[in-house]
């Protein structure tokens, strides 16, 4: 079990990428709360040492979509309607940020996971390949049509 100090040191690095990754996927915030939680906690009782820093991210990654998924799959979630809508979160961005985040939402769920994980969070092709678990093929395939989603959601020019 890890110590108090190392969890809160962790919540300081990786809150911020587990709380948007829960939003894109849960598009909640009482829903994104119960995940943050559970994968602090999961991270808590890990006692596994990780090779870098790199790692422990990847393994925050792995944990929180696996998380996501869990609770999308759950009994409960798929026959209830969700009280909040992140549209009401939308709201609060002004022009082209809310239109950019209208248009990131409306894409399929994995063309959303990978242009977050990509674009926000930096990570290249090869690294979303090891960390999904899929072909880097498939990844920049799922980019390319991200891409021409939001080409042709947005208008403008493909800057690739």
């Not at 999308?72 to 009401?88: A, D, H, I």
């Not at 959303?112 to 990570?123: A, D, F, K, S």
Request: hydrophobic content about 35%.
């Amino acid at each position: 079990m890890r110590s108090e100090e190392e969890t809160n040191q962790a919540v300081e690095r990786y809150g911020d990428t587990v709380r948007r990754l829960c939003m894109i996927h849960l598009k909640n915030e009482a829903d994104t709360q119960d995940i943050f939680q559970t994968v602090f906690l999961k991270y808590l009782l890990h006692d596994k040492p990780f090779e870098s820093g790199e790692h422990e991210k990847a393994w925050f990654i792995r944990v929180t979509l696996n998380a996501c998924k869990d609770l999308l799959r759950s009994f409960f979630r798929r026959n209830t309607v969700p009280l909040e809508e992140l549209t009401g979160q939308a709201d609060q961005l002004t022009g082209q940020g809310q239109e950019v985040l209208a248009a990131v939402l409306a894409l399929p769920q994995k063309e959303r996971q990978v242009v977050y994980l990509h674009y926000y969070e930096g990570y290249t092709a090869p690294e979303l390949s090891r960390l999904l678990g899929k072909n880097v093929n498939t990844i920049y395939t799922t980019l390319a049509r991200a891409r021409a989603h939001l080409k042709e959601t947005l208008g403008g020019e493909d800057h690739g």
